[in-house]
């Protein structure tokens, strides 16, 4: 039996512009941070320890940043190992926001990794939207397409598809009631797959205050 308790605590304001964050995953992980945020940039510095395999705990060092504005944003991560001295983590985006098109192009695996995705609104009323991805890894020389769709058949009623370079073909369908409450069917199938090819599908709950 797998278990774990969540804690957090966070100090607004404690000079201008500053704030910071306690938060603990008992038995996996702690970390504090500090914040600086203002109109046009921020930046966050965590110190924390993560679990190994071992059973022990590593501390970790991770650098956050990130400028722009509502339409344009850049920012970055870097996560340091200090037992082992390695950087774990170098991460980099870019953003692009507006009424139209949402767009962005990120960085992961220090840099091994590129993604770019786009999401326009066709209609916002019924909340039909497109969206597409395109990622690639350039240590396994693979690239993979990911597209879909989603229409509100009605105001609290929302289908959601998409189709996987990979052979991958996933949906969903979400309720609401009384706007709070929503029930959630999903499904997915792998063509491609040799051993396995019944569907998975799942439910879930989901309350908002």
């Known amino acids: 039996m797998d278990w774990n308790v969540d804690l957090s605590c966070q100090v607004e304001e404690i000079v201008p512009g500053f704030r910071s964050l306690f938060n603990c995953t008992i038995p996996d992980s702690g970390k504090v941070e500090l914040q600086y945020l203002n109109n046009f940039s921020g930046v966050t510095g965590c110190i924390g320890l993560v679990g190994n395999s071992n059973g022990g705990y590593d501390p970790a060092v991770n650098i956050s940043g990130l400028v722009g504005t509502s339409t344009v944003s850049l920012g ?11 950087i774990n ?28 995705s786009c999401y326009h609104e066709v209609n916002p009323l019924t909340k039909t939207a497109i969206a597409a991805e395109l990622r690639h890894s ?15 058949f009605l105001p609290d009623t929302l289908v959601k598809a998409r189709l996987d370079s990979t052979g991958k073909v996933g949906a969903l369908i979400q309720q609401g009631f009384l706007q709070r409450f929503f029930v959630t069917m999903a499904g997915e199938m792998d063509f491609t797959s040799i051993n396995d090819k019944a569907p998975k599908i799942g439910v879930s709950l989901a309350l908002t205050p």
Not at 76 to 86: K, L, P, Q
Not at 93 to 107: D, E, P, Q, V
């Open 76 to 86: 970055a991560n870097v996560a340091f190992d200090i037992a082992s001295r390695t």
């Open 89 to 116: 983590k170098f991460n980099a985006g870019l953003n692009f926001n507006t009424a139209f098109l949402i767009a962005s192009l990120t960085l992961n695996d220090k840099f091994d990794k590129v993604k770019a």
């Open 138 to 152: 350039f240590s396994e020389s693979e690239t993979g397409v990911t597209i879909g769709a989603q229409h509100a």
